[in-house]
């Protein structure tokens, strides 16, 4: 254990820390705290984008696509010009 005078340098080093660290909270867009309002009453729903997974799947078939539809152009120029022909393997 700490005798009494460590004790105290401790708490005396500890005290102007306390003063700097500030407390956060978790805000809501409306800048109250918490999941009520000031009058008690509970916030609107969250704004849910309609079809997300819909979208994201869109989007990710569309790259995949395009993506092959890149790689296939670019095997077709390399054979063409005779870089890379699959035969010589």
């Not at 080093?13 to 805000?27: D, E, V």
Request: glycine share 8%; charged share 25%; net charge positive.
């Amino acid at each position: 254990m700490l005798n009494r005078g460590a004790f105290r340098f401790w708490s005396m080093c500890r005290i102007p820390l306390r003063h700097h660290i500030k407390r956060r909270s978790i805000q809501c867009y409306s800048g109250e705290e918490g999941s009520t309002m000031s009058t008690g009453a509970l916030h609107d729903r969250p704004h849910i984008t309609p079809f997300g997974a819909v979208k994201v799947m869109a989007v990710v078939s569309a790259t995949i696509f395009c993506g092959a539809m890149i790689s296939k152009k670019g095997a077709e120029f390399l054979e063409e010009n005779d870089i890379f022909v699959p035969e010589d393997d």
